[in-house]
């Protein structure tokens, strides 16, 4: 038999069961209804329904079959009108657990559901009472530990080996206990945790502000659940803010209906697990603006340590220190930020209702089923929490927003020293502000000093432009034939490269020419470092014996020609003139660049 598809509505006097059945015979189906028990059959589906409200069989029932859509749609009258019937969207609790073959289940359920009645009763701390360990004879014994949902599950992964490594990161949890999976989870925690990506996050946190601003389908939920706070139908009305789409509702009905026998450690541990996988959801949603991608089932069990490490825990701080130092590890964005973002949306989701939870758990079953190998941590954990939060009570979750929304969470409490880090990113800031305000400064007050000091030639002629009123002779003579050299060295760099032409106007050899000269320019230059003197003394050598240029014709553009160009030029320049105490001529001032080539011309004796 299959169960078919349906859908239950409902207002004040009627409950509205809708049921696909297509290629069905509608003229050979039976429906039976009585109290909280429903029947549907039609071959061949069969459908049978615990309602959480009862109903009635008093004539105003009626039933209608839509051919073209292939629809019942069957309105039975409430036995109490205006009664609430809670719950008409977890189609899972709605379907009829089988009955159970065996007499020993059945005593048990009778007597945990007494316990449970108490337990609903009672108001819940969700802190879990520690007892010291005890080593006994047992504890040395190699026992399978237990694991999953409730921890209700052990030797899971003895068959699973090839898949181990790449769902969860604790090896061999069969032989390990929750003390020793603890204690590896914190020390794996501390040495993945990098100073310098968690620095580079909190100062660059230009992206993480963009995905901050993403505002998902909860957020709008809420804001109008709080908009209707006060009106007498609050609680009622607010699962209408929760909107489940066809595929989730197929989702649901895949389901099996089944009760979980759970001690009050158990159950504490399941409500403190689903914060965590909660909150490792939240990171999920914002990081990728609520799309999904390969990466969607690394973040959620890599960041849960319920998923990830099959971690039990014992106190909602606990949840939120162990979530906070898995995100400042292991994803890419690492901001403390996206931590509390994500606390606050947990807090939103569990004041919505079992509804919003469901539909979260149930993205989260769609997100590890089309994972390979993660479907593992669906049979593990993700199916029983979706069949088992549709059966809890609204003010467990509450309770449970309440408690979570009062703890508080900071920086000191992660274990990373992160004010520390901080505090010191911020002074080195400051340090270096403070060097790149005085290299500026520096910067600014270098070009007067190296003016001074990076040229011999202009540092030479400077200091003769700024002592001319000075009454040391030596020092003027010594200024002048500075010039001079400098005016012979600037000439010739302005001839460096221009042919040799002697008075027919004939173009002379430069080969040898050229390399007599570069061997002696090493020699001016380093020598024009020293006493003035000498240098005039080498330079008339050279005058000698370098390259000579005979007397030119009238008409012919020389060297010489350009050289007294140069020479009328400079004249409205004092300042880069030295003038020969001979008077015979007037050189240019030597330029900072090193000449290549000296060339040497003869100059008018009655040239002024």
């Known amino acids: 038999m299959l169960t078919p598809a349906f859908e239950l509505t409902q207002d004040p006097d009627f409950l509205t069961i809708i049921i696909k059945v297509p290629y069905a015979r509608a003229s050979e189906f039976d429906v039976y209804f009585e109290g909280e028990d429903f029947k549907f059959y039609a071959k061949p589906y069969f459908l049978r329904l615990t309602l ?80 010291p360990y005890q080593e006994s004879a047992e504890n040395t014994l190699p026992l399978q530990h237990r694991y999953g949902f409730g921890n209700l599950r052990s030797g899971v992964f003895q068959r699973l080996q090839d898949e181990l490594s790449d769902v969860i990161d604790i090896k061999d949890p069969d032989q390990t206990s929750a003390d020793e999976r603890r204690r590896k989870r914190l020390a794996a925690e501390t040495a993945k945790f990098d100073p310098d990506h968690y620095l580079a996050d909190f100062f660059e946190d230009e992206a993480i502000q963009y995905v901050l601003k993403y505002k998902p389908w909860w957020v709008d939920a809420h804001r109008k659940m709080s908009a209707l706070q006060g009106e007498s139908h609050q609680e009622h009305d607010t699962h209408t803010f929760v909107v489940f789409s066809e595929e989730e509702r197929e989702q649901l009905r895949k389901f099996t209906n089944k009760s979980y026998l759970l001690d009050k450690r158990s159950r504490h541990q399941v409500y403190l697990g689903l914060i965590d996988i909660l909150l490792a959801y939240c990171y999920e949603i914002y990081i990728n603006e609520g799309d999904k991608n390969v990466e969607s089932s690394w973040n959620v069990r890599k960041l849960s340590a319920t998923l990830c490490w099959l971690e039990s825990f014992t106190s909602i701080h606990d949840v939120l220190v162990s979530f906070g130092r898995r995100v400042l590890c292991y994803p890419l964005h690492r901001h403390f930020g996206l931590v509390t973002r994500a606390c606050s949306d947990t807090v939103m989701i569990l004041q919505l209702g079992r509804a919003a939870v469901l539909k979260c758990l149930l993205d989260i079953h769609k997100i590890f089923m089309e994972n390979d190998p993660a479907y593992i941590l669906n049979d593990l954990f993700i199916t029983d929490y979706c069949i088992w939060i549709q059966k809890t009570k609204s003010k467990k979750l509450a309770a449970l927003s309440e408690s979570l929304q009062k703890t508080t969470l900071a920086k000191s409490h992660i274990g990373f020293e992160l004010e520390e880090l ?22 600014q007050q270098l070009p007067s000093s190296e003016s001074e000091t990076s040229d011999s030639e202009e540092s030479s002629s400077t200091s003769s432009s700024e002592t001319e009123g000075s009454d040391s002779d030596e020092r003027e003579s010594s200024t002048s034939e500075d010039g001079k050299i400098n005016s012979v060295q600037g000439t010739l760099q302005e001839e460096r490269t221009a042919p040799l032409i002697d008075c027919n106007g004939l173009r002379q050899g430069t080969n040898t020419s050229t390399s007599e000269v570069s061997d002696e320019k090493s020699k001016v230059s380093l020598q024009s470092t020293s006493v003035p003197g000498k240098l005039i003394e080498e330079l008339e050598k050279q005058m000698h014996t370098a390259i000579r240029l005979s007397e030119q014709p009238e008409g012919l553009a020389t060297a010489s020609c350009i050289l007294q160009e140069q020479e009328e030029n400079c004249v409205s320049e004092p300042d880069r003139l030295s003038k020969d105490t001979t008077g015979k001529g007037n050189f240019l001032e030597a330029s900072s660049k090193t000449n290549p080539l000296l060339f040497l011309c003869s100059t008018n004796d009655d040239e002024d």
């Open 422 to 443: 901080e505090a010191a990113a911020v002074l080195v800031q400051e340090e270096e502000s403070a060097l790149k305000a005085a290299g500026t400064v520096s910067k």
């Open 52 to 131: 959480p409200g009862r109903i009635v069989e008093d004539g105003r029932e009626k039933a209608s079959y839509n051919t073209d859509k292939g629809t019942f749609t069957i309105r039975l009258p409430k036995e109490i009108p205006g009664q609430y019937f809670e719950g008409l969207d977890m189609l899972t609790s709605l379907l009829a657990p089988k009955k159970s073959r065996s007499a020993k289940p059945l005593v048990e359920e009778i007597a945990a559901s007494a316990e449970l009645s108490e337990e609903e009763e009672e108001e819940f701390d969700w802190e879990i009472e520690q007892t």
